[in-house]
């Protein structure tokens, strides 16, 4: 029997960025126990690395608007199959929780009025993101971190959790492993809320960190919760593209905000060509206006390049594709023009855009106040994630919450930049609030020693078979480059039926990975373990996509390559079956009431 | 254009003192010094450990030193550096070690846990907000920007030749005081524990810290030096002093 150490709390929270850290705040605040487990140091976790801003329509510099007009950019921008709840919620809360953060300590930009200053973004109407430059996701985790610590929760470092362990169908604990020592842990809680981000690693060009392997996703799913719209990836328009080694990497879409223009070998701007029909009405007519649109100018209308994410990346695409690309396989995004239009450029764009002047100089040698940068598609974000009620964030396990980016509902097929920083705020919150609340009123459950035993025996067979089994990182390589050639921008049926196929089959060398050493910070172990969880959650990315026999937002399919009215009403929905096969179901969306029917109506024109 | 390069990477040993493996590896143009190392653990040393996460120079994770260089690994591109020559990359030396190039951190948790927190004033605009004028946080926001790579404190001669741990607080902890004693908003009184309990004397300005920052905050200029100016002006100052007696 293996030795662990057990640990009890009334809320146990999986994940520090964002929505973690504000779920633990907002539960150890009312007053219950509080445990943080974290996969890294405490405030190095993804969100750091957003940029653009947080969305809330606080109206600070442009009175028009509201909830309203936040609510339906929102939905528009997910093409209808959103938790319409969860976009309400959102839409009314964030202004709150973005007020909140100056109380504890976070410093945003300034309007000339001393306001916290908002900026535009893709598929936003008005200027709505609170930022700090281009680092605001560091000053949120930042923020939260510094408050969190004080609150008296117990903060777990660099742990990884193995499994999720259930008491009669409740949520009831989890197994983890610390990298340091590679000893087992076993955390007992009344409540869990599961905040452990994306997916990204399931591809080869992510923007995200070693961190983003679905492991929310995959532990919800292995004890039976269900995981909705899966097929729903976001493929960020701009990653950096060169050097090798750095892409992927994550260009800010303040760039297109502050002026930046994307053009094709050809020096063409290319996103004037294809401006979808819903969006015309709000798009720059010409390049004038769209430059007069991002420097304030209310009567102006966005550029092209600031609509959503999901539009650009295919133009993107479609132009390399066509052969009118950059020399490293992207196209070309240009700051460095606006010197036409502002004296003293280049002071201007490394006061708005410090962060990317910075890892563009020192990443890739670049100047991007004198030259264009190169950029093209890379993996962000997914949509998709664990199904919850959008009042409490529960999911289908009772006890067991989720928040942030490994829940899904308030984004629908794409999400709008800016909407990820408020979600984890506004959800993160309810998703603490709610689980103390639930703790308050469960006794604790039991973790049971046989269910614990057996999950450590599994996670240390990779020891059992050591060198002579696969190797951990080439499974994980073969996987990304099998999601990346078959369920990437533009996806087919066949294609993505020979992806399930690999995915058999490096479900069975996953099964026969080995390492040798000791368990300290060991990554190659480490990587073992991931693998699990990668290959659950691509599976369901590619049964998802399948399912969906349409194009909508961040899911595009070149055999149906039109939006489908019999899809528009649904979600597609995953969940383990018997003997382990991944069973796919469609759930339909609730029909909205008419009050929020009639927002989205009013904002149409 | 692939050639080869020879690291010399720290490994420590299980009971016994570290020391360094050399790796030949092949290298390609862009590459950073993480590349190598990550190249190094997927193809030679699958249990070679090594803390990171972004790889974008954004969350301060994988500090090292490189040729004897505190930095970040993310963002020491090879171009940088004199690959005809063995490089060495070994890990933070003032703090302890936990496995080759990752180091206990921990110390530095503690220590922030020390300062007292971030105390608003009440709201005072209409809206129950507040007004800053953006020129009045630029300096805050300079400081705002630190990864938390702890390179400033790894190279700081009070703590890594000196270990003064239990008595100084290290740049990144000055740095986060005068954030807090600079935001316009906040309403604590941090000096009396900059002078007593975190130990703001220790530092003789050597400018060590602000020559390693990887976010290349004026470390001592903008945050270290005005805060030993509040301390000097409360509590050595002679006019001030002179005062305090007949109060």
């Known amino acids: 029997m293996a030795v662990y150490q057990s640990y009890?709390?009334?809320?146990?929270?999986?994940?520090?960025?964002?929505?973690?850290?504000?779920?633990?705040?907002?539960?150890?605040?009312?007053?219950?126990?509080?445990?943080?487990?974290?996969?890294?140091?405490?405030?190095?976790?993804?969100?750091?690395?957003?940029?653009?801003?947080?969305?809330?329509?606080?109206?600070?510099?442009?009175?028009?608007?509201?909830?309203?007009?936040?609510?339906?950019?929102?939905?528009?921008?997910?093409?209808?199959?959103?938790?319409?709840?969860?976009?309400?919620?959102?839409?009314?809360?964030?202004?709150?929780?973005?007020r909140e953060l100056e109380g504890w300590g976070a410093v945003f930009d300034r309007t000339p009025d001393g306001r916290i200053n908002q900026r535009n973004f893709g598929g936003h109407r008005y200027p709505r993101l609170a930022h700090v430059g281009d680092r605001t996701g560091l000053e949120l985790i930042r923020t939260l971190q510094d408050h969190a610590v004080y609150t008296g929760m117990t903060v777990h470092m660099e742990h990884t959790v193995i499994d999720l362990i259930l008491d009669n169908g409740r949520a009831a604990g989890v197994l983890t492993y610390d990298r340091e020592r590679g000893r087992f842990h076993v955390f007992n809680a009344k409540a869990i809320v599961l905040a452990t981000g994306g997916v990204g690693r399931a591809y080869k060009i992510t923007s995200n960190s070693w961190e983003g392997t679905g492991d929310g996703h995959a532990l919800a799913y292995r004890a039976g919760a269900e995981l909705i719209d899966m097929e729903f990836i976001q493929f960020h328009p701009t990653g950096m593209v060169w050097p090798p080694s750095v892409r992927g990497i994550l260009v800010t879409e303040g760039v297109r905000g502050e002026g930046g223009v994307l053009k094709n070998s050809e020096g063409r701007r290319f996103?004037?060509?294809?401006?979808?029909?819903?969006?015309?009405?709000?798009?720059?007519?010409?390049?004038?206006?769209?430059?007069?649109?991002?420097?304030?100018?209310?009567?102006?209308?966005?550029?092209?390049?600031?609509?959503?994410?999901?539009h650009v990346a295919r133009c993107i695409n479609r132009e390399v594709k066509a052969g009118r690309g950059s020399p490293h396989?992207?196209?070309?995004?240009?700051?460095?023009?606006?010197?036409?239009?502002?004296?003293?450029?280049?002071?201007?764009?490394?006061?708005?855009l410090p962060s990317m002047y910075h890892q563009f100089k020192e990443l890739a040698d670049l100047d991007i106040t004198k030259e264009p940068m190169e950029v093209g598609p890379t993996t962000h974000y997914i949509m998709g994630g664990i199904r919850v009620d959008a009042d409490s964030q529960m999911s289908t396990i009772?006890?067991?919450?989720?928040?942030?980016?490994?829940?899904?509902?308030?984004?629908?097929?794409?999400?709008?930049?800016?909407?990820?920083?408020?979600?984890?705020?506004?959800?993160?919150?309810?998703?603490?609030?709610?689980?103390?609340?639930?703790?308050?009123?469960h006794p604790a459950p039991r973790v049971s020693d046989v269910l614990v035993e057996s999950a450590m025996q599994a996670s240390?067979?990779?020891?059992?078979?050591?060198?002579?089994?696969?190797?951990?990182?080439?499974?994980?390589?073969?996987?990304?480059?099998?999601?990346?050639?078959?369920?990437?921008?533009?996806?087919?049926?066949?294609?993505?039926?020979?992806?399930?196929?690999?995915?058999?089959?490096?479900?069975?060398?996953?099964?026969?990975?080995?390492?040798?050493?000791?368990?300290?910070?060991?990554?190659?172990?480490?990587?073992?373990?991931?693998?699990?969880?990668?290959?659950?959650?691509?599976?369901?990315?590619?049964?998802?996509?399948?399912?969906?026999?349409?194009?909508?937002?961040?899911?595009?399919?070149?055999?149906?390559?039109?939006?489908?009215?019999?899809?528009?009403?649904?979600?597609?929905?995953?969940?383990?079956?018997?003997?382990?096969?991944?069973?796919?179901?469609?759930?339909?969306?609730?029909?909205?009431?008419?009050?929020?029917?009639?927002?989205?109506?009013?904002?149409?024109? | 254009m692939a050639t080869t390069a020879t690291f010399k990477i720290w490994r420590t040993h299980p009971e016994k003192d570290g020391t360094f493996q050399t790796f030949h590896t092949e290298v390609t143009e862009g590459m950073v010094v993480l590349d190598v190392v990550h190249k190094i653990q997927a193809e030679q040393a699958p249990d070679l450990a090594v803390r990171w996460n972004c790889k974008a120079g954004k969350c301060g994770s994988c500090s090292a030193e490189i040729n004897g260089q505190p930095r970040l690994m993310c963002m020491t591109r090879l171009s940088q550096v004199n690959l005809h020559e063995p490089v060495t990359v070994e890990p933070m030396r003032a703090?302890?070690?936990?496995?080759?190039?990752?180091?206990?951190?921990?110390?530095?948790?503690?220590?922030?846990?020390?300062?007292?927190?971030?105390?608003?004033?009440?709201?005072?605009?209409?809206?129950?907000?507040?007004?800053?004028?953006?020129?009045?946080?630029?300096?805050?926001?300079?400081?705002?920007?630190?990864?938390?790579?702890?390179?400033?404190?790894?190279?700081?001669?009070?703590?890594?030749?000196?270990?003064?741990?239990?008595?100084?607080?290290?740049?990144?902890?000055?740095?986060?005081?005068?954030?807090?004693?600079?935001?316009?908003?906040?309403?604590?009184?941090?000096?009396?524990?900059?002078k007593d309990e975190h130990g703001i004397g220790y530092c003789n300005i050597t400018k060590c810290c602000t020559k390693v920052c990887p976010e290349h905050i004026h470390i001592t200029d903008n945050a270290i030096i005005p805060l030993k100016e509040r301390v000097v002006d409360r509590y050595f100052d002679p006019i001030t002093r002179l005062l305090r007696i007949f109060q």
């Open chain 1, 398 to 441: 009772p006890g067991l919450f989720a928040a942030g980016e490994c829940a899904s509902g308030i984004n629908g097929a794409n999400r709008l930049g800016g909407n990820s920083l408020s979600d984890l705020i506004v959800f993160g919150k309810r998703a603490g609030e709610y689980a103390s609340a639930w703790a308050k009123e």
């Open chain 1, 460 to 605: 240390l067979a990779p020891f059992e078979r050591g060198d002579s089994g696969e190797n951990p990182y080439k499974v994980q390589a073969d996987l990304q480059e099998s999601m990346q050639a078959l369920v990437g921008i533009v996806r087919t049926e066949n294609e993505m039926r020979q992806a399930l196929m690999r995915i058999a089959d490096l479900k069975e060398r996953a099964a026969r990975v080995g390492v040798s050493g000791h368990r300290e910070y060991h990554a190659g172990w480490h990587t073992a373990l991931d693998l699990r969880n990668l290959l659950t959650v691509s599976e369901a990315i590619a049964r998802s996509a399948i399912e969906r026999k349409e194009s909508r937002g961040g899911h595009f399919r070149e055999d149906y390559p039109d939006k489908v009215a019999e899809f528009s009403t649904i979600n597609v929905a995953v969940r383990q079956g018997a003997g382990d096969v991944m069973e796919i179901g469609r759930i339909p969306i609730p029909p909205i009431p008419n009050h929020l029917k009639q927002v989205i109506e009013e904002q149409k024109s």
């Open chain 1, 8 to 98: 009890s709390y009334d809320v146990l929270i999986i994940g520090a960025g964002g929505a973690g850290l504000r779920a633990a705040i907002e539960a150890a605040s009312s007053g219950v126990s509080v445990g943080l487990i974290c996969k890294s140091l405490l405030g190095k976790a993804h969100t750091v690395m957003a940029e653009g801003g947080m969305a809330a329509a606080m109206a600070n510099n442009d009175d028009r608007d509201s909830w309203r007009v936040h609510f339906a950019d929102t939905m528009r921008g997910g093409q209808y199959v959103n938790n319409w709840r969860m976009a309400e919620l959102h839409a009314k809360e964030a202004p709150d929780r973005v």
């Open chain 1, 271 to 310: 996103m004037f060509d294809d401006i979808p029909d819903n969006y015309k009405p709000q798009t720059a007519s010409d390049p004038e206006e769209g430059w007069r649109y991002t420097q304030g100018d209310k009567s102006a209308r966005r550029p092209p390049e600031l609509l959503t994410r999901d």
């Open chain 1, 329 to 352: 396989g992207g196209v070309f995004l240009d700051i460095a023009w606006i010197k036409e239009k502002l004296k003293d450029s280049d002071t201007h764009i490394k006061r708005k």
């Open chain 2, 95 to 194: 703090f302890p070690p936990i496995k080759d190039l990752v180091t206990d951190v921990s110390w530095n948790f503690r220590v922030k846990k020390g300062i007292s927190k971030f105390k608003p004033r009440t709201p005072d605009a209409p809206d129950g907000t507040w007004r800053m004028a953006q020129k009045d946080i630029d300096r805050v926001q300079e400081f705002r920007k630190c990864i938390e790579c702890f390179l400033c404190q790894d190279v700081c001669h009070v703590l890594r030749d000196h270990n003064k741990h239990d008595e100084f607080i290290g740049p990144r902890f000055l740095v986060y005081a005068a954030n807090l004693e600079m935001n316009p908003l906040d309403t604590e009184d941090r000096v009396a524990a900059l």
